[in-house]
Nanobody, 127 residues
């Protein structure tokens, strides 16, 4: 059974930093793209960042570019999201996702790419 488990969410002040982790189990994702999405109250789920299986290609949504960094450890089967200069509009439930296909080289922002999802972790940024 494949599981993606996010951790590291919480409540912070505007300008603070936070690091999310997503540990995968039940399958190795070292050759699969992984990503982070978020859903704010009353809004649709949107892509935040994606990373290729090799880690050398990344994608960031415009509103987090320069503030967030996605990375991965294939040895630990884990993907990370380092969030900095946080804003109240970053408040959302953050979801980790992993692709079922391997060696994918297409758009990392495509939600349809991802077959496995975590349960989400709440991030709240107060002003």
């Amino acid at each position: 059974q494949v599981q993606l488990v996010e951790s590291g969410g919480g409540s912070v002040q505007a300008g603070d930093s936070l690091r999310l982790s997503c540990a995968a189990s039940g399958r190795e994702f070292s050759r699969s793209a992984m990503g982070w999405f978020r859903q704010a109250p009353g809004k649709e789920r949107d892509v935040v960042a994606g990373i290729s299986w090799s880690g050398d290609i990344t994608y960031y949504a415009d509103d987090v570019k320069g503030r967030f960094t996605i990375s991965r450890s294939n040895a630990k089967n884990t993907v990370y999201l380092q969030m900095g200069s946080m804003k109240p509009e970053d408040t959302a439930v953050y979801y980790c996702a992993a692709a079922g296909s391997e060696l994918y080289s297409g758009p990392l922002y495509d939600e349809g790419l991802y077959d496995y999802w975590g349960q989400g972790t709440q991030v709240t940024v107060s002003s």
